[in-house]
Each structure stands twice: as structure tokens, then as C-alpha cells.
């Protein structure tokens, strides 16, 4: 059995919701499919690989479009294919790896962050204190190698996708690194912004309670609106990806609280202005 890779979850829980919509159940569709009831859950759950014979059969069977039956196709295909991140599978945990590959397609990122600055929106050098900070016991040998992967997951936002993150006052106020390092900081957040498809919105020491304090988060949403969002939650010892929709709707209307709070956009860059006048 395969480890799900982000791409076979997304097949498997498209193939999913149109079986359900045609309201057969796992074991009418494995029979009319000729496989066994098990080997199906494992499809949709992306722990098993599909061949093209099977899907184009299960297309046929549970009447999925042609413009749909494409993307599910191309999903199969991509699937298994090797990422550019797995260079890096030496020194990558699995958490990370996850969140990497939930990028890969994504085309629109909403992150929120109360203490630190968003890794997508990292310099070198604020990358590098914040990983070494982090965690102080990795090989010297390996640091450049963990910022040349951070630094190649910002690629994503010059191939057109769209961040929103939100980030605490204390992100932009603290000096990681020292006022030289933050100062580059925070002028390549204004340049990033003014560059790309991103929006920073910030909450000030002055906002209220609200849904995500104490917490962060990244919602991540593909380009098909067929394809399920997903949540991924990383804590000091444990990490998360969430795909229920319940679980979603949560983390959404977290979302939308703590940008219920923060400064708007412009006034954001404001802030953002003031503070490194500060640092001159």
C-alpha cells in the first residue's frame, strides 16, 4: 500500500463524492467495477493507485463529465510523479513534506500566523534565524539546504498563485535577527505585495479576542472548485491536515474572524511602513 500523496486524496475524493452522488455504495461500485470493496476504499483514499482501465470505467459507470473525467485522469497521472522536494527527502519531515506537496497546485493560500512572519514570505537571512532558532540541534551542513528549499516554495507565488496571509503585530514588530535583518524583511514584504498576487493584512496589539488566537493555520484551495479545500495545522510536536468539511468550515470562519480583526490591506502596508522607518 502507498503512502496517499496530496494529489491520489484529491483524486480519490473526487471519484468519492460522485459515487456518492450517484448513490451507489462502495461495495456496488467495486463489483460493477470488478474489484474487491476494499480495493475501492483504498482508492478513494488515496492509499491505492487506480489504472486508467478502472477509471475510465468508473467514469463511465457513475456518468462524470468529459471536462471533469480529463482532470481526474491528469490527477492519476501526476500522482505518483516525484516532486522537486524529494531532493530534499533526506532532511524533509513528513509534516513538511505534506505542506509542500498541498502547494504544489494550489492556486490560492489563506495563512495565518500570530508570531512569525509566513515562510512564503521569507528572506534568506529572516529564514535562517528563524530555522536555526527553531530547531538549534541541525547539522551546520544542512541549514543551506533547508533555505534553498524554503526559498524554492516562494517560487509558487511568481507562477501566479495567490496568497493571503494574515500575520499578529508581533510578526512585524519583533526583531528576528536584529533591526538589519528585519528591516530587509519587512521592505521584501512591501516588494512581494506590490510585485505578485499577495495580500498582507495585519492585527494590531489593539485588536480584540478572536476565533484563531493562539493558533495557525494554512487553507489551501485548488484551481477546480470540485476539489475539497484542506487545512493544514503544525504545532511545536504534532501536525495536522484536515479534510472534513465540518473541520474546514471551522478553520474558515476562524479565518474570516481574524481578518474580522485586522488592519485592511493599505492600512496594513501602512504599519508595515512605520515600522521600518523605526528600524532605519
Known amino acids: 500500500m ?28 467495486a463489483a460493477q467495477l470488478g474489484m474487491h470493496q476494499a480495493t475501492w476504499s483504498k482508492i478513494e483514499s488515496g492509499k491505492t493507485k487506480i489504472s486508467p482501465p478502472a477509471l475510465a470505467l468508473a467514469v463511465d459507470t457513475l456518468h462524470i463529465p468529459t471536462g471533469v473525467a480529463d482532470q481526474l485522469e491528469a490527477l492519476r497521472r501526476k500522482a505518483d510523479e516525484p516532486g522537486w522536494w524529494q531532493d530534499y527527502g533526506d532532511i524533509l519531515s ?20 500570530g508570531e512569525v512572519i509566513p515562510g512564503l514570505l521569507q528572506t534568506h537571512d529572516y529564514a535562517e534565524r528563524v530555522i536555526t532558532a527553531v530547531a538549534p540541534h541541525i547539522r551546520v551542513a544542512d541549514i543551506d539546504r533547508y533555505l534553498e528549499l524554503r526559498m524554492k516554495r516562494q ?11 494574515i500575520v499578529g503585530e508581533a510578526a512585524i514588530r519583533q526583531q528576528v535577527g536584529g533591526p538589519a535583518i528585519m528591516y530587509d524583511q519587512l ?14 493584512q ?15 493555520f494554512v487553507v489551501i484551495q485548488w484551481p477546480d472548485e470540485a476539489d475539497p479545500e484542506a487545512v493544514y495545522v503544525d504545532g511545536v510536536t504534532s501536525w495536522t491536515v484536515h479534510e472534513r468539511d465540518g473541520v474546514i468550515r ?3 470562519h476562524a479565518f474570516a474572524s481574524v481578518q474580522s480583526q485586522a488592519l485592511t490591506p493599505r492600512k ?6 512605520d515600522v521600518i522607518k523605526e528600524l532605519r
Open 268 to 273: 496594513s502596508l501602512d504599519l508595515i511602513h
Open 94 to 113: 513528513e509534516a513538511v513534506q505534506m505542506l509542500i506537496e498541498l502547494e504544489a497546485d494550489a492556486s490560492w493560500i489563506r495563512t495565518y500566523e
Open 250 to 252: 471551522s478553520y474558515l
Open 2 to 29: 502507498m503512502r496517499p500523496t496530496v494529489r491520489s486524496r484529491r483524486l480519490g475524493a473526487r471519484l468519492g463524492t460522485y459515487r456518492r452522488q450517484s448513490g451507489l455504495s462502495g461495495t456496488d461500485l
Open 187 to 200: 521592505r521584501h514584504i512591501v516588494r512581494v505585495v506590490r510585485e505578485h498576487d499577495v495580500t498582507v
Open 202 to 216: 495585519v492585527v494590531p496589539f489593539t485588536a480584540d479576542a478572536h476565533a484563531a488566537l493562539g493558533d495557525s
Open 155 to 165: 517560487k509558487r507565488l511568481s507562477e501566479g498563485m495567490r496568497l493571503t496571509a
